[in-house]
């Protein structure tokens, strides 16, 4: 099975930036999703297709792809993108796979 | 307003059946795959399948085939996630959420999530 690797927290002061990664455990992933998830709530996408932001999403997050690591940069962090972060790729069966989620801690 | 409306928490007892649902609005229903992901009390989210309600074409995890079923009725935008025999470890939020962008799409439209509880 495809796995994604993800730090399990990330902290941050208020502020700076924050980059949340996701390995991948093949050569190279594809096509990275990234979600945030704050207690009690849906998930909400926040980057798709590794650099892409929907709107309404603030410029603060952005999301680069490299070799086998994914990563999500949080510039100026503020204390509302408290959250769990989570990748997620197609695996080559066409499986959903996402990563085990990051706990961003702002301080 | 595209979004997704999901039924309300559910509290059954093992052995029971139980369907839930996911009603689609504000876009063409049958046009977009719908997946389903469970999120177990503290653990990150599980993808269990998806459906096109176009035609019914489903797809499931290997985790999750055969312990449930999924269906949809584009004629009233819903799509379900049913089970036949719940267990306790079947306690869960359970999302349903369209699948947009092509083979290795995202989801950007959420319902706002099932909690079923299973205790005895």
């Known amino acids: 099975s495809y796995d994604l690797t993800q730090p399990l927290s990330v902290s941050v002061a208020l502020g700076q930036t924050a980059r949340i990664t996701c390995g991948g455990s093949?050569?190279?992933?594809?096509?990275v999703h990234w979600y945030q998830q704050k207690p009690g709530q849906a998930p909400v996408l926040v980057i798709y297709?590794?650099?892409n932001r929907p709107s309404g999403i603030p410029e603060r997050f952005s999301g680069s792809n490299s070799g086998n690591t994914a990563t999500l940069t949080i510039s100026g962090a503020q204390a509302g993108d408290e959250a769990d972060y989570y990748c997620q790729v197609w695996d080559s069966i066409s499986a959903v796979v996402f990563g085990g989620g990051t706990k961003l801690t702002v301080l | 307003e595209v979004q997704l409306v999901q039924s309300g928490a559910e509290m059954k007892k093992p052995g029971e059946s139980l369907k839930i649902s996911c009603k689609g609005s504000g876009y063409r229903f049958s046009s977009y795959w719908i997946g389903w992901v469970r999120q177990m009390p503290g653990k990150g989210p599980e993808w269990m399948g998806i459906?096109?309600?176009?035609?019914?074409?489903?797809r499931y995890s290997p985790s999750f085939q055969g312990q449930v079923t999924m269906s949809a009725d584009k004629s009233i935008s819903t799509a379900y996630l049913q089970w036949s025999s719940l267990k306790a470890s079947d306690t869960a939020f359970y999302y349903c959420?369209?699948?947009?962008?092509?083979?290795?799409?995202?989801?950007?439209?959420w319902g706002q999530g099932t909690l079923v509880t299973v205790s005895s």
């Open positions: 297709r590794d650099t």
């Open positions: 959420a369209r699948k947009d962008g092509n083979s290795a799409g995202y989801f950007q439209v």
């Open positions: 459906i096109y309600p176009g035609d019914s074409d489903t």
């Open positions: 093949n050569t190279g992933i594809n096509s």
